[in-house]
T-cell receptor, first 111, second 109 residues
């Protein structure tokens, strides 16, 4: 069966510090991978998606970036965090065009 | 501009009664609609879906209705149970999935 891992589960970082969140998927090949953010009082906002290694599409211009160094690895990064980057970050994968499967999420608090 | 709208941020329903969660959309090109359920500090989990060529899909206690002319879909949960208390996201797909802001459902004892 397929599983998706995200870490860390919780992170507190000061403004201006760098960020690296990692997501890995097991049990499937060549998945589509997604990064979402759920900010307080808001829904799920798609940040990046990837259909293959090195292929990243950005949905929202911001100070975040994503990379896919391996087929089942998706990394969300920032060089300098802003207060507005606080939120719940979710990685998801899909192999079908219609359903996505989410990881457990990372709670990021920027102080 | 929100293409998928869940206008009720929260809903309280008595245990055993029917819960009805509503969702409106604006993009007529959406061909597939989904509902996800999310508990605090967890990722959303897929609940039920419906293709745009159908008007109803049922799975156990969960039924999704689609009214294409009104660009409206709803999720019915009957009977509602305490474990149904969660945030429910409506989502729609054209070339990617777009989520609504969610509705928090409280099941009252």
């Amino acid at each position: 069966s397929q599983t998706i891992h995200q870490w860390p589960a919780t992170l507190v970082q000061p403004v201006g510090s760098p960020l690296s969140l990692e997501c890995t998927v097991e049990g499937t090949s060549n998945p589509n991978l997604y990064w979402y953010r759920q900010a307080a009082g808001r829904g799920l906002q798609l940040l990046f998606y990837s259909v293959g290694i090195g292929q990243i599409s950005s949905e929202v211009p911001q100070n975040l970036s994503a990379s896919r160094p391996q087929d089942r690895q998706f990394i969300l990064s920032s060089k300098k965090l802003l207060l507005s980057d606080s939120g719940f970050y979710l990685c998801a994968w899909s192999n079908e065009p219609y359903e996505q499967y989410f990881g457990p999420g990372t709670r990021l608090t920027v102080t | 501009d929100q293409q998928v709208k869940q206008n009720s941020p929260s809903l309280s329903v008595q245990e055993g009664r029917i819960s009805i969660l509503n969702c409106d959309y604006t993009n007529s090109m959406f061909d597939y609609f989904l509902w996800y359920k999310k508990y605090p500090a967890e990722g959303p989990t897929f609940l039920i879906s419906i293709s745009s060529i159908k008007d109803k899909n049922e799975d156990g206690r969960f039924t999704v209705f689609l009214n294409k002319s009104a660009k409206h879909l709803s999720l019915h949960i009957v009977p509602s149970q305490p474990g149904d208390s969660a945030v429910y996201f409506c989502a729609a797909r054209d070339d990617k999935i777009i989520f609504g802001k969610g509705t928090r459902l409280h099941i009252l004892p």
